[in-house]
């Protein structure tokens, strides 16, 4: 039973083109959060949401949107993808303790 | 310059040696320190985590903070196969804003 589920897995697509990843959590957390690996394994966070509110907004371009419709859901739909979206888009979600985060498979998006 | 460095390797050993991987951090702000495991084309999954300074030890696993130098080591004693990985260090004061090193790829040869 899978806690922190994405989808798609594989996402190989043309720039300029809008795409969503899904994330969902069985957890029961509070918390979720999507974060960017690139090519050097560097893992950078880019959003988090606590109970439907965004808390955390990096620098990122307003190209991505986050989206929450429930707690235990967090969406990211990124629109005129570019060369440079390329890479490993990981959701992870942290419950009442604060420092254990459980993070997904992972979404490979390639932009061509 | 980036909260929290760590050596990229690659680090390659034979089975059974002891394995050590090191991390520094900038802020000394920075409370709770954690290792993560990350096996090829999966999630990263939490190895260990320690408050402030000392040592955490879980079977063939030690992880040490030394907060005067800003240090994080994880040791890892017989190193098996199936510890080839890459391992990241990640830090928070918060428990909201997480930091991550680029990790350490990690290769126990048979």
């Known amino acids: 039973d899978t806690a922190v589920s994405q989808t798609p897995k594989y996402l190989v697509t043309q720039m300029g083109n809008d795409k969503s990843i899904k994330c969902e959590q069985n957890l029961g957390h509070d918390t979720m959060y999507w974060y960017k690996q690139d090519s050097k394994k560097f893992l950078k966070i880019m959003f988090s949401?606590?109970?439907?509110?965004?808390?955390i907004n990096e620098t990122v371009p307003n190209r991505f949107s986050p989206k929450s419709p429930d707690k235990a859901h967090l969406n990211l739909h990124i629109n005129s993808l570019e060369l440079g979206d390329s890479a490993v888009y990981f959701c992870?979600?942290?419950?009442?303790?604060?420092?254990?985060?459980?993070f997904g498979a992972g979404t490979r998006l390639s932009v061509l | 310059q980036k909260e929290v460095e760590q050596d990229p390797g690659p680090l390659s050993v034979p089975e059974g040696a002891i394995v050590s991987l090191n991390c520094t951090y900038s802020n000394s702000a920075f409370q709770y320190f954690m290792w993560y495991r990350q096996y090829s084309r999966k999630g990263p999954e939490l190895l260990m985590y320690?408050?402030?300074?000392g040592n955490k030890e879980d079977g063939r696993f030690t992880a040490q903070v030394d907060k005067s130098s800003k240090y994080i080591s994880l040791f890892i004693r017989d190193s098996q196969p199936s510890d080839s990985a890459t391992y990241l260090c990640?830090?928070?004061?918060?428990?909201?804003?997480?930091?991550f090193g680029t990790g350490t790829s990690l290769t126990v040869i048979p």
């Open positions: 992870a979600s942290r419950g009442t303790d604060k420092n254990i985060q459980y």
């Open positions: 990640a830090t928070t004061n918060t428990g909201n804003q997480f930091y």
């Open positions: 949401y606590n109970n439907k509110e965004l808390i």
């Open positions: 320690t408050y402030s300074s």
